[in-house]
Structure formats: structure tokens, C-alpha cells
């Protein structure tokens, strides 16, 4: 397997550390392309994510990330420069969040469990598409767009991906969440696609939910979930939401999937480089280890990544809530019980 890796800012460097740790022990196979982009890179050089580098990335079978982004860095350069340029240039069309409520974790909603829905964000299209201006710039009259941009071809894979996953789960059903009532153009379309890919998949049954409703209902009754379709800027909060009721963004992990195998896909944990705690050796590993479950699932190296998921819910359903988390100590806890 080769691995492209991209520790990044903050606590990137330390989660990956840990995540590589885990992967070692289930794939021997494993081989390491560590690639140096982030904060300090464009401190220095002023580079972001060079072509050079991006045609190297292509070579590998996936790309493992840490985080991106430091508070010396204006907002948006990083993000956009680096981050949502790998996803774009990648054609990473499905960005795939899972969370599930794991046994021994605490989450206000602990009560209300079980929670296992799989959140399919759409991740090259939305409003993070960058089509938009400014007019008018530093008058009163400002003028600012952001134009959400949804093509028919582009709702429609990520809307397939979604079923595709649905029909494979014991509940068999799947919510596409918009906002229909208000967003005509885009919500109709989303619309009527699933209702269009559902004819092929009549074993799965179909929700709608309006997002703000869904925004309450993802804290009040996340049970209801299985299998969430939605756009890019509606997925990424409520995946946060979805995280938080899961016990938290420490655990919650991701992958951007090119689903259709062209490029390399790219995990990553749904945190950031949280520059607070990075140093000090106190970040929670368990997202970045369970992205790379996700990975191994992807390549379809199903029994490496079955054993990676039983180490994350072993530990997780044994952790003392007293105990500071160490960095370190949960990557070697891990790497214990996943290569046993
Ligand atoms: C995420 C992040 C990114 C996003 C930012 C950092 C660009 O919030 O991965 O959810 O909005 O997609
Ligand atoms: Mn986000």
C-alpha cells in the first residue's frame, strides 16, 4: 500500500503519528510518502500545494491527513488553497462522516443511543465552489455573492454513492437533507434525483428533511438516522452536529472519496489543528485512527479495517472518563489490541 501522508498544523502531526502506528500493525505492506504542506510551508516559501506535488499525491493508493490551518494564517488561504484544493483537484465527490455512538462514551445523548447513521456529504460542488464577488468593495453599498453551484451530474453521483451505501445497511433507509422550501433552484434538484435514483433501490426507503429540522432533530432523536445525503455546506454542519452528539469531534472521522477510483482518496478527522493543545501531547488519536479504518475499508482491505474498529470500540468501551487522554498511549493501545 502506498500511502501519501500530510501531517499538517497543529495536532495534525501527532494524530498521524498514531494513526500510522495502528495502520503498521494491520498492514505490513504499508509504504510512506510523507509530504510537507501546511502553515510553515507557506510561511517560508509562500507554497501551497505546488503541481508538482499534486501529480506526486496521484501516484499513491490513498492520502492520510492530519489538519490544516494556524492562526498566523489569515482565514481562507490554507483552507482554500490547500484543503479544498486537494478535495477539488481530486474530484473528491463523496465525503463520507460516519457517527456512531461507540459503548463507554459519554455524549449528552448517551441515553438515546444506539446512533449509527453515515453522513454523505457531497464535496465538490455547493458553496464551496468559490463563484462569487464583490462589489462595490468598502462601501456601504457591498455587495457579496456566494453562488452555490449544483450540477445535475454532481448531485447525481453523490445521491447513487448514498443509495448504494443504504442498500447495504440493516435499516436500508436514507434522508437527503435541503432546503426545499426556500432554495428552490438547488432543492429541486436534489429532489428530484433521489427521487429518480430511488427507482433502482425500491428495498430503500426514502426521507426528506428540511435542514434546520434536521439540525434539531440530529440533537433530540439521532436514532432516526441511518444513511444522510446533502450538499457541501449543509453536510459540513451538520456532521459537527452529528459529531457532537456522537461524543465529539475527537472521535469523528472522515473520508473524501473520488468513488469512482481515478484518484487517490484522502482521510482525514473531521477536527482541526486545534493550535490550543498542539505540543502538548494531549490530543485524542481515535479519529484519525478510526479514518483510517475508513481507508482500509476503501481499498477494500475489509479484515484490516474490521480490526481496526474493534480496537477503537475495545478501548473506547474501557477508557477510565477520569484518565487525561495521552496522545501517545492511545495510539500504543490501539496498535496493541488491533495487531492482536
Ligand atoms: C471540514 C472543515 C473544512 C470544510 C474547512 C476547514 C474548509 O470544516 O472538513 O469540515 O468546511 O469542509
Ligand atoms: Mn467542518
Request: charged share 20%; glycine share 10%.
Amino acid at each position: 500500500m502506498r500511502l501519501a501522508v500530510i501531517p499538517g498544523d497543529g495536532i495534525g502531526p501527532e494524530v498521524v503519528a498514531e494513526g500510522l502506528k495502528v495502520l503498521r500493525e494491520v498492514a505490513p505492506d504499508l509504504e510512506t510518502t510523507p509530504y510537507d504542506l501546511g502553515a510553515a510551508r507557506w510561511q517560508q516559501t509562500g507554497e501551497l500545494l505546488p503541481d508538482t506535488v499534486l501529480d506526486e499525491l496521484r501516484g499513491h493508493d490513498a492520502i492520510l491527513l492530519g489538519a490544516i490551518g494556524d492562526p498566523s494564517v489569515p482565514p481562507g488561504i490554507l483552507e482554500r488553497g490547500l484543503l479544498l484544493r486537494l478535495r477539488f483537484e481530486l474530484d473528491h465527490h463523496v465525503n463520507l462522516r460516519p457517527a456512531r455512538l461507540y459503548d463507554g462514551v459519554r455524549s449528552p445523548l448517551a441515553a438515546e443511543g444506539p446512533i449509527d447513521m453515515l453522513c454523505v456529504r457531497e464535496g465538490t460542488e455547493g458553496p464551496y465552489v468559490g463563484n462569487g464577488g464583490v462589489l462595490r468593495k468598502d462601501t456601504p453599498q457591498e455587495i457579496a455573492t456566494e453562488v452555490s453551484l449544483n450540477t445535475a451530474f454532481g448531485v447525481e453521483r453523490v445521491v447513487r454513492y448514498g443509495f448504494e451505501r443504504a442498500v447495504t445497511r440493516p435499516r436500508k433507509h436514507l434522508t437527503l437533507i435541503h432546503k426545499t422550501n426556500v432554495l428552490t433552484h438547488a432543492g429541486g434538484l436534489w429532489s428530484r434525483i433521489v427521487e429518480e435514483v430511488s427507482a433502482e433501490f425500491p428495498d430503500v426507503q426514502v426521507a426528506y428533511q428540511h435542514v434546520d429540522a434536521a439540525s434539531m432533530f440530529f440533537i433530540t432523536d439521532p436514532g432516526r438516522y441511518d444513511v444522510i445525503v446533502t450538499d457541501n455546506l449543509f453536510g459540513d454542519i451538520v456532521t459537527d452536529i452529528a459529531a457532537a452528539v456522537t461524543g465529539g469531534i475527537g472521535l469523528a472521522a472522515s473520508g473524501n472519496l473520488d468513488a469512482s477510483g481515478t484518484n487517490p482518496s484522502m482521510f482525514e478527522p473531521v477536527h482541526g489543528s486545534a493550535p490550543d493543545i498542539a505540543g502538548q501531547g494531549i490530543a485524542d488519536p481515535t479519529a484519525t485512527v478510526l479514518s483510517v479504518g475508513l481507508l482500509l475499508d476503501h481499498l477494500g482491505r475489509t479484515e484490516q479495517a474490521k480490526k481496526v474498529n474493534a480496537a477503537v470500540a475495545f478501548d473506547l468501551s474501557t477508557r477510565d472518563p477520569q484518565q487525561q487522554i495521552r496522545t501517545t498511549q492511545v495510539g500504543d493501545r490501539l496498535a496493541a489490541l488491533a495487531s492482536g
